[in-house]
């Protein structure tokens, strides 16, 4: 495992990526990336934009192929392992862009989540008795007392997600994600376009998963204030390679780091925290 | 008007019918189709017969184009793979006719599966042309295979119970709403599952339905499975209805108007499809009744039915589309809405 400042004991790692490249055509998105995520930590990865973040997320929750190299998820290899095999597991992620499902409620929604742990079968469901019944049943309460009341979106619980402002979809999809009784929680740009309110209560909420959740947590993210305050662990991709990746303390004053960032202007001085810009 | 819901329990929640007015109405519902045949004209009683199959074939299209956003346009071919069935079971075989239905209804949902297939790969428009094809397919079997009967296709001895011949809309009646309720109710309570909350995934977003576990040729193999299904089933009722079973039972036409039905209605509600069907059914008797009502003054009236009826149709589903995309089902719900809150706020 090549480009590891720091050796982790095999069973401390949650997430391995290895050596994963990935090419559209002649475009590589990702180049030889290997960095591992340490079991119940906050880990983040960032870089400019078109680093490759995205694609290295898709990769993860498989829906790209990588040319060369192997994700492995709590000491499985993943090699040919489908999306929803994948959910199973306890990989769960939320999207940059929202991906909710417009046409149901707030708790449908979040329902939707707990699919690929639930046992139901169609004619169950046809008849909606015995354990198709019960499932349901206890689905609702525990999403309800657990998730809901966690969230703090009792009050929308109702409401078709279409309706719903920006910052309490982005919460939604967290519930949702939560579901999924995950082991990993990969959130791309869970703060994207939040005001500063919002984005602290964001904040606060992904701790609080990692903490009383028991969950490890991989974000993508470009607020680097909220990056540098919560992030137990920093992984730097750009154009496509890891170029730096460490504390977060660490990576602020790293040259190569600094150097990709003075490309974009002001965003090297950002980089070295919020105070300093 | 609602002064509160006063649920006490997640299962009041998760109810189908969740308020005591809804029961009560379900109720009354029940009662008054129990009461109909007893005081309807047999007239009457064929309408309520062909709404029945018509909303049991609706609400099986429902879940694949409407819930499942799998667009078809085979639903009428469907119902002729289980309207023959039931027609070469009750003539070869003369067994039970509700095995003959179930056969009929499982035969009908392997096809489906069949024509299922090609939907990983292909949507809306393509996969409507992929099912137009497999109905030409099935057209063309049927037209041509001895054992159906080739054009002349296949008449049938009526359903049987206890020595009883179901050969009158009054017997019938007893048969297909049953049948069309407990299908109407098991599609209902499909939504209420994780299966049917699968399909709305897979018809709003189906990447992140993926990333969520959920296996996308499964599930839609699945909804075209059950839709099937609930078309053959559909097809065995009106084979016992009409007992003639031939190639032409079942154009293309009929399945646009199954489309129509659910569009008219509302897609993506089980009412929806109730109401659309319905609707659909009654709208050539309501024409027909107006035309009784133009000809002491204008003679032709009866003479225009044909093609003023394609009219209506047309316009009707044009109308629709702009005016109620929702469909009537929506109407219905504005109407709950406008009661929830009156006289508080009118």
């Not at chain 1, 991989?218 to 991709?237: F, K, N, Q, R, T």
């Amino acid at each position: 495992m090549r480009g590891l400042p720091v050796t982790l004991a095999a069973r401390d790692v949650i997430l391995g990526v290895e050596g994963v490249s990935l090419a559209f055509g002649g475009v590589r998105a990702l180049t030889d990336v290997s960095f591992s995520v340490r079991r119940g930590s906050i880990t983040a990865v960032i870089g400019p934009n078109g680093a490759g973040k995205t694609s290295l997320f898709n990769t993860i929750s498989g829906f790209y192929r990588p040319r060369s190299g192997n994700v492995v998820f709590d000491g499985r290899s993943l090699a040919g392992t489908a999306p929803p095999e994948r959910a199973r597991l306890g990989l769960a992620r939320t999207f940059q862009n929202i991906a909710l499902f417009r046409g149901m409620t707030v708790l449908d929604n979040i329902k939707l989540g707990r699919h690929a742990h639930m046992r139901t079968g169609l004619l169950d469901a046809l008849v909606y008795r015995g354990r198709a019944r019960r499932e349901e049943l206890e689905l609702r309460a525990e999403i309800e007392e657990r998730i809901i009341d966690f969230l703090e979106i009792q009050h929308i619980r109702n409401a078709p997600v279409a309706t719903l402002p920006y910052g309490l979809r982005k919460r939604v999809e967290l519930a949702r994600a939560l579901a999924m009784r995950p082991r990993l929680l990969m959130l791309d740009e869970p703060v994207a376009g939040m005001n500063r309110e919002e984005t602290e209560d964001m904040a606060r909420f992904i701790l609080d998963v990692k903490e009383e959740w028991d969950v490890t947590i991989l974000m993508v993210e470009h607020d680097m204030g909220m990056v540098m305050d919560i992030s137990d662990h920093v992984v730097v991709l750009n154009f496509g390679q890891v170029i730096a990746e460490g504390s977060p303390a660490a990576v602020q004053v790293d040259p190569a780091v600094v150097a990709a960032y003075l490309g974009a202007g002001d965003l090297g001085r950002r980089l070295s925290g919020p105070e300093a810009a | 008007m609602r002064i509160g819901t006063l649920k006490t329990d997640y299962a009041a929640d998760e109810a189908l019918f969740d308020t005591r007015l809804q029961k009560l109405l379900i109720l009354l519902a029940c009662a008054a189709a129990v009461l109909f045949p007893f005081v309807a004209s047999p007239y009457w009683l064929f309408l309520a017969c062909l709404c029945a199959i018509n909303v049991a074939s609706a609400t099986g299209l429902n879940i694949l184009t409407g819930y499942t956003g799998l667009v078809s346009l085979g639903q009428a071919a469907f119902m002729s793979v289980g309207a023959y069935t039931v027609a070469v079971l009750e003539i070869h075989a003369g067994t039970p006719f509700l095995l003959n239905l179930l056969v009929g209804g499982l035969l009908t949902a392997l096809v489906g599966i069949g024509v299922g297939i090609p939907s990983l790969r292909v949507k809306g428009l393509y996969l409507a042309i992929a099912t137009i094809a497999a109905s030409v397919v099935l057209h063309f079997v049927f037209a041509h295979w001895p054992l159906t009967g080739g054009m002349q296709g296949l008449s049938m001895p009526p359903a049987r119970l206890f020595g009883l011949a179901l050969d009158q809309p009054f017997q019938l009646y007893w048969l297909i709403l049953p049948v069309t309720a407990l299908m109407v109710l098991g599609a209902a309570n499909l939504f209420r599952t994780r299966v049917g909350r699968a399909f709305i995934a897979i018809r709003d977003r189906d990447i992140s339905a993926e990333v969520l576990g959920i296996p996308l040729l499964r599930y839609k193999l699945m909804s075209f499975a059950v839709s099937s299904f609930y078309a053959g089933l559909a097809g065995g009722l009106w084979a016992y209805f009409f007992r003639v079973v031939t190639p032409e039972s079942f154009p293309l036409v009929n399945s646009i108007f199954y489309l129509a039905a659910i569009i008219v209605g509302g897609m993506g509600t089980i009412l929806g499809g109730i109401l659309g069907a319905v609707f659909m059914t009654m709208v050539p008797e309501l024409l027909k009744f107006v035309a009784g009502l133009v000809t002491p003054f204008y003679p032709d009236a009866l003479a225009l039915l044909a093609p003023v009826r394609t009219i209506v149709f047309g316009a009707l589903i044009v109308g629709f589309l702009i005016f109620e995309p929702h469909g009537l089902a929506e109407i219905w719900r504005r109407i709950r809405r406008f009661f929830h809150l009156w006289p508080f706020r009118t």
